[in-house]
């Protein structure tokens, strides 16, 4: 029988289309554990307890809060190109993503100015006596963190008689990556590279990430200067760690049969730890952390775990934890001991991440079905 070209059409889309969604998975618990990670290396740091196990297995080249947030960043990847090959409409899924990432930030950075700076302000002895007269202000803390996160990090002297002093939310500086990340999926995803040229976006992210390789092992002499600068800041990399997830997104049948591997997953994490000792793990991680870190979403005690836990904590986790520590150091809680002050501000954390998903960031993803909003309906649909 003679295929008409509508027929042909449908079958070359759906040979690269997403296969519905799995939510039984362990993402949920993998985040909160990754969220976790950071505020025990932050531990070590506000409460000035030197170096953790990672960083001397490492020889100081690599903590546990940065394989973290590595994590975290391919996770999100993965996660977010396959949103897009769900749904590949432009100002939609801009709207998602915003949803997803500003709400929350915006309350945190209202209830850090507000809150617990006043806390502050109240116990510290010869503090200013004008709350609305600091400089910088608590108001230009909100405004100028709206969009740029860390544009404005202390209020007035505080947080103040802490190791970090006047650094209110050291985590955030990841949220403008982040959010770069999101609008690279959306460009490369608009001109098709996640989709009907998914083959030609692949070897364009493998070829970044070979050319981290020769970058890593070349003279810099030999290279342009240009070259060398595409890999040159944290977070450049934790880029290339979001591109490599979002290369084992576009191939998600390939990706369900290597995960039926556990011996891949294996030798990857074997890898991936050799390579934090070795001090290679800069250009390596990109390839090895993402076959380990899927397969461990699909496996193991811990899946379903966000839908019996009842909400996906790990966002609120991560940006109350830093503000939580510092109050915590400011009442010199760590005098009593790493595991305590780590403790606290686990506890504490947790309490203020429940209250964020129930109260902010739940409510907001109920919108992701609404008409976006006019800045984003002008985008192709």
């Not at 973290?68 to 897009?84: N, P, R």
């Not at 009842?310 to 001991?337: C, K, T």
């Not at 780590?342 to 947790?350: D, E, M, P, S």
């Amino acid at each position: 029988m003679k295929t008409s070209p509508e027929t042909s059409r449908l079958s070359r889309s759906s040979s690269v289309a997403a296969p519905e969604p799995d939510r039984h998975n362990a993402i949920g618990a993998l985040r909160l554990i990754l969220a976790s990670l950071v505020i025990y290396t932050h531990a070590h740091i506000l409460g000035g307890f030197g170096l953790e196990w990672l960083s001397d297995w490492s020889r100081g080249t690599i903590d546990a809060g940065t394989v973290a947030v590595q994590c975290f960043f391919a996770l999100s990847g993965w996660l977010v190109a396959t949103s897009w090959r769900r749904q590949p409409k432009l100002g939609r899924f801009l709207w998602h993503r915003f949803l997803r990432l500003a709400p929350a930030l915006w309350v945190c950075l209202v209830v850090t100015a507000f809150i617990f700076t006043p806390l502050l302000w109240f116990t510290t002895p010869g503090a200013p006596t004008h709350f609305f007269s600091f400089e910088p202000s608590a108001v230009g803390y909100v405004w100028h963190n709206l969009v740029l996160p860390r544009s404005q990090i202390d209020i007035g002297p505080f947080p103040v008689g802490v190791l970090w002093a006047m650094d209110w939310n050291g985590s955030l500086w990841t949220l403008f990556y982040e959010g770069a990340c999101y609008l690279m999926i959306a460009g490369l995803g608009f001109v098709g590279l996640l989709t009907r040229w998914r083959g030609l976006g692949t070897t364009l992210i493998v070829a970044l990430l070979g050319l981290h390789l020769v970058v890593a092992t070349v003279h810099p002499s030999w290279l342009p200067v240009s070259t060398a600068r595409l890999y040159d800041t944290p977070g450049k990399l934790l880029t290339l760690h979001f591109l490599a997830g979002a290369a084992w997104a576009v191939w998600p049948h390939a990706t369900a049969a290597a995960l039926r591997r556990p011996w891949l997953a294996f030798a990857a994490a074997l890898a991936l730890v050799a390579s934090w000792h070795a001090m290679i793990h800069p250009w390596l991680s990109p390839f090895v952390l993402v076959p380990a870190l899927l397969w461990l979403t699909r496996h193991g005690p811990l899946v379903d775990f966000e839908e019996k836990a009842g909400g996906d904590y790990s966002y609120g986790l991560y940006i109350y934890g830093y503000p939580v520590q510092q109050i915590l150091a400011h009442f010199r809680v760590q005098n009593l001991g790493f595991a305590l002050y780590l403790a606290a501000g686990l506890i504490l954390t947790l309490a203020l991440a429940v209250l964020s998903w129930h109260l902010v960031e739940k409510r907001a993803l109920t919108l992701k079905s609404l008409p976006w909003p006019p800045c984003f309906a002008l985008l192709p649909a």
